[in-house]
């Protein structure tokens, strides 16, 4: 079975610091990996996705991610945050075999900047 | 414009109650999911619907039942309400499985 691993639970920093959220997945075949965003009362966002090929993926808001095979991780990183990326954050892996797979998301990283 | 609808946005009901919760997308999207957030925010699949046919269905009591009229259609029947029941539930749909999947608002239910 899939697992996502979210290191951070809650993440709290300054205005134009840097971020980067981890993330690690359990899995032994091929998968698609996301992160997702909910801002405060609102629903799931795309923030990118990787499918196949570069692995350092660019996302919208200034967001990337890089995934590493051989770490199983799609850590997510912005090089200076913004009091509006104030969320909740979700890596989630699907079964790129095909099929109607759900995601298996990580338990989410609440993250909070501060003005 | 809206791409994947939930109706209604809040539900509030007693315990042994019976309540729907529908959901449609505007996508042209194939497949079709339920998932809830609980209170600590963990999201978990509970069904998946492929042309309106049942592909996954998670641990879930069989007081859930989905039920999907066309493929653009997938709405949530939850019998007999139960306090654990009190969680946002979300509607998603993809293409074909494989893409990404879009969300909708999500339903916030409480049950009291």
């Known amino acids: 079975a899939q697992s996502v691993s979210q290191h951070n639970h809650h993440v709290i920093l300054s205005e134009a610091a840097s971020l980067e959220l981890g993330c690690n997945y359990s899995?032994?075949?091929?998968?698609?990996l996301f992160w997702y965003v909910q801002y405060p009362g609102q629903h799931l966002q795309l923030l990118l996705k990787?499918?196949?090929?570069?692995?350092l993926v660019k996302g919208i808001k200034g967001f990337e991610a890089e995934f590493i095979k051989s770490k199983f991780s799609f850590n997510l990183r912005k090089p200076s945050v913004q009091w509006s990326d104030t969320a909740e954050y979700f890596c989630a892996v699907s079964h790129s075999g095909g099929g109607a797979d759900g995601l298996t998301f990580g338990k989410g990283t609440h993250l909070i900047i501060q003005p | 414009d809206t791409a994947v609808s939930q109706t209604p946005k809040y539900l509030v009901t007693q315990m042994g109650n019976d309540k729907s919760i529908k959901c449609e997308q505007n996508?042209?999207?194939?497949?079709m999911y339920w998932y809830k957030q609980d209170s600590k925010k963990f999201l978990k699949i509970m069904f998946s619907?492929?042309?309106?046919?049942?592909?996954i269905n998670e641990t879930v009591p069989n007081r859930f039942s989905p039920k999907s009229p066309d493929k653009a259609h997938l709405n949530l029947h939850i019998n007999s309400l139960e306090l654990g029941d009190s969680a946002v539930y979300f509607c998603?749909?993809?293409?074909?499985?494989?893409?990404?999947?879009?969300f909708g608002p999500g339903t916030r239910l409480l049950v009291l």
């Open positions: 990787y499918f196949s090929g570069d692995p």
């Open positions: 996508l042209g999207h194939d497949t």
């Open positions: 899995y032994g075949g091929t998968v698609n």
């Open positions: 998603a749909s993809s293409l074909s499985g494989r893409e990404t999947q879009y």
């Open positions: 619907y492929n042309n309106k046919e049942l592909i």
